[in-house]
């Protein structure tokens, strides 16, 4: 059986999921599966996580074994329980500054135990589901906290890749850098230099044998070359001494001031909590760009995953590990190599473990300096470019800036907080600043009103109102998304006193999401649809763009029929006249232009790339924009009088048609096609009346292609067409429904099109709209006896 299903355009790849009830709950397997993409990201994630993990103990002053530690719990505990199951988690750099801070004031093994009071308060956060709340966090302090934290990093490494030792202020570092440089350290230098060349040019080795060659991640490749080199040359460097296991310190009662382990524990759980939640967003994102995923591979349970860390964080903590948290690094590495579920993470924090125990004598062979250089690059990267253009664009570059500086010149935490600081100054800035204009074109007089309009506006747009002659037209443009009652009246008294002295006044714009016109008198209006003051309603309704055209029953005449005014002739205030168009588009202009004009120029750069051929017919009613919440780029759309597909081949064919699903099939490689037709179809009408003689209009040449559509209705052995359970209302209800079966197949006789559904590159859609009930439906499949054009719920469809 088929079903037409009404849905977003998008969710159309997944149109069988939409019937599907509830499945009972299985039986848990008892046998331990591993797939082999799982095995082979974990590899690629393992061979990444140990030299990081080393690197980032390093760089924190603690014990190299509490990166090891980490890493495994990490992998191993966030893993199980994590809300995010491809993200991999361990020691990450964003939390050195945070712990070489501890370390030097209370000492590792109090460290260890804030480790684990951070923990538990990330359990109880997590018990409070507050997990989305932390990512209403400014992104440009998140990116300042981190940039702050990448150059702290970056200057304290520098010192070792020198061959000294590294203060633990950023400011002592800066100061005893010329020293440093003074007394350069020739074998450590070239170490370094050595492993920041590997990390640099391993991955844009071109050709083929940089495709092989770069599956093996460059921060191993980095560290085992330089490790190679000071081997082959017999360096006396300083390397990895990892002491026995049994002499490992583990976490100790807490000792220090009551405030001080208070803010530490705060700030751990802050930068822990914020990094491993951003992670998991952008996991998502990579996720989403991987079909075929299993089903439990979704979008993140964010609160579960707050629960994971927490759980990670107190057994790291109390096995003298550093503070775990979600790694960037890994876990893109992660989805990029395959890894289809949460086995991979588990696998590499058991890779980990091995490691630890049976690879200490080759772990030992490695120089610091080369692990100094790789988180110094770590540190470096930390630094986005990316960000800084992103912040700059959005104009939140202050508080980028206010946050960096704070978090390299006071730390963390005092950073963090004068970037939230900053960041409501900015908000309250942007709040209370409003540009007003005035001036006049064509004898038009226009006043402009950009921002949020509030109560210390109302004297300077009353100074820019009273500058206006009366008499005259005006055309006020609110240009914000707030106006505050004081300014409301202000303009509202204005407007009455313009209008009752001759002059006329037009308000456009947008406020509170309600487009604004020309307020309506009260004898019109007397009250709103809400039942608002007469004040309030503008231009007698709360319709979108489309307010001004002919058919809208808002603007329409109630004492004149639209037929009775056709009848009349002239330009009836419910006619179109020339100007609606020009109207429309300047209102685009005003409004949607300076919205959308970004997302264009995006496109206009890197061109159109849409994800389905949209095919439908030509009806004005049908707009497929509205009925599929779709924008620029997402759709290309090919209408034609019926929603016909010529079949290839036929003498006096169309090639526009078949023209365009070429281009867009292999060209654009679209992955959906879709056919929509729609209720009263004025050409099903047409073919049903259609006299087999009379003159060979383009019209009936055009419609000939729609005769298959005719013959297969009439044909009795076919299975009978039917309307969410019922029988179509009438002949053309059920040829505009066998239309779109019959165009489906007609598609398929495309060359094009069939090797792309032999290659499983492609998917067809049938799509039903019915303009009088504003319903759409899918199709879905087929059986012997009917095919079904079935509806479903809005709340059937996951948004």
């Known amino acids: 059986m088929s079903a037409c299903v009404p849905t977003r355009a998008t969710e159309s790849s997944r149109p069988k999921s939409l019937h599907q009830s509830p499945s009972p709950p299985q039986t848990p397997r008892r046998r331990f599966r591993v797939a082999g993409a799982d095995v082979s990201a974990c590899i690629a994630v393992f061979l990444i996580a140990l030299p990081l993990s080393l690197g980032i103990a390093l760089a924190t002053g603690a014990p190299l074994q509490a990166g090891l530690v980490a890493a495994a719990v990490g992998g191993i505990v966030v893993g199980r329980l994590g809300g995010c199951p491809l993200q991999v988690s361990g020691p990450a750099a964003g939390l050195t500054v945070v712990t070489a801070d501890l370390i030097h004031r209370y000492g590792w093994r109090t460290t260890c135990a804030i480790t684990v009071l951070a923990g538990l308060a ?282 960096t500086l704070g978090v390299v010149l006071l730390g963390v935490l005092q950073g963090v907080t004068l970037g939230i600081a900053a960041a409501v100054a900015v908000a309250l800035h942007r709040l209370t600043r409003t540009r007003i204009t005035h001036d006049e074109r064509e004898g038009v007089h226009h006043v402009k009103v950009r921002g949020q309009l509030t109560f210390l506006a109302v004297p300077r747009l009353s100074r820019t109102l009273h500058l206006v002659p009366q008499g005259t037209h005006v055309v006020v443009e609110l240009d914000g998304s707030f106006m505050d009652h004081a300014a409301y009246e202000s303009l509202q008294d204005w407007q009455k006193a313009h209008t009752a002295r001759g002059g006329s006044v037009d308000v456009t714009g947008r406020r509170a999401g309600v487009r604004i016109g020309e307020p309506g008198s009260a004898a019109e209006h007397p009250t709103g649809e809400d039942g608002a003051e007469p004040a309030t309603r503008t231009a007698g309704c709360r319709c979108r763009p489309w307010t001004p055209w002919r058919n809208h029953q808002c603007d329409r005449p109630r004492s004149a029929p639209v037929h009775d005014q056709h009848a009349k002739g002239g330009n009836s205030p419910a006619e179109p006249s020339g100007h609606e168009l020009a109207r429309g588009i300047s209102a685009f202009q005003r409004h949607t232009a300076p919205l959308v004009r970004g997302e264009l120029a995006r496109l206009a750069r890197e061109g159109q790339r849409p994800s389905q051929l949209f095919l439908t017919c030509a009806d004005s009613r049908l707009v497929t924009s509205m009925i599929t919440s779709s924008g620029p780029g997402d759709l290309f759309v090919v209408r034609n009088v019926g929603n016909l597909v010529p079949l290839p081949g036929l003498e006096n064919g169309d090639d526009s048609v078949a023209a365009a699903i070429e281009y867009a099939v292999d060209v654009l490689k679209v992955r959906f096609i879709t056919v929509c037709g729609h209720s009263g179809c ?89 303009v009088g009930e504003a319903q759409a439906y899918l199709l879905t499949g087929a059986d012997r006896d009917e095919e079904i054009f079935d509806h479903v719920r809005a709340a059937d469809v996951p948004v």
């Open 122 to 403: 990330q359990l109880g956060l997590g018990c409070l589901r507050v997990a989305r709340n932390a990512l209403a966090v400014s992104p440009a302090i998140v990116h300042g906290m981190l940039a702050g934290i990448g150059v702290t990093i970056a200057v304290a490494q520098l010192h070792i890749v020198l061959g000294g030792t590294p203060q633990s202020a950023v400011l002592d570092n800066l100061r005893a850098l010329p020293a440093q440089l003074a007394g350069l350290h020739p074998a450590a230098l070239s170490v370094s230099a050595l492993t920041l060349t590997l990390l640099l040019l391993w991955p844009r080795i071109p050709g083929r044998t940089g495709r092989l060659l770069r599956k093996v991640p460059a921060a191993l490749v980095a560290v085992a070359g330089a490790t190679g080199a000071a081997a082959l040359a017999g360096l006396t460097l300083p390397k990895v001494d990892l002491p026995s296991w049994g002499s490992h310190a583990l976490a100790g009662l807490p000792e220090g001031p009551v405030l001080g382990l208070f803010a530490a524990v705060l700030t751990t759980t802050l930068v822990c909590s914020v990094q491993s939640l951003l992670g998991a967003v952008a996991v998502d994102k990579l996720v989403a760009g991987r079909p075929g995923l299993p089903a439990d591979v979704g979008r993140s349970e964010l609160d579960r995953e707050l629960l994971g860390q927490g759980a990670a964080n107190i057994v790291s903590g109390s096995l003298g590990g550093l503070p775990v948290a979600g790694v960037a690094v890994r876990s893109s590495a992660n989805v990029q190599a395959g890894a289809v579920s949460r086995n991979s993470t588990m696998l590499h924090g058991v890779l980990v473990v091995v490691a630890a125990l049976l690879m200490v004598p080759i772990l030992e062979l490695i120089p610091l300096a080369s692990l100094a250089a790789l988180v110094m690059a770590v540190g470096i990267q930390m630094v986005s470019l990316h960000h800084i253009r992103t912040v700059t664009r959005h104009r939140e570059v202050l508080v980028y800036a206010v946050t």
């Open 682 to 770: 004025g050409a099903m009408q047409a073919l049903l009346n259609s006299d087999p003689g009379g003159a060979r209009t383009p019209l009936k040449r055009w419609l000939r292609h729609g005769l298959p559509s005719l013959e297969r209705m009439a044909d009795g052995s076919r299975p009978r067409v039917r309307l969410s359970g019922r029988a179509p209302a009438d002949a053309v209800e059920q040829l505009c429904l066998t239309n779109v079966l019959q165009q489906l197949e007609h598609l398929r006789a495309h060359e094009s099109v069939a090797r792309a559904l032999r290659d499983g590159a492609l998917e067809l859609h049938g799509m039903y709209f019915h």
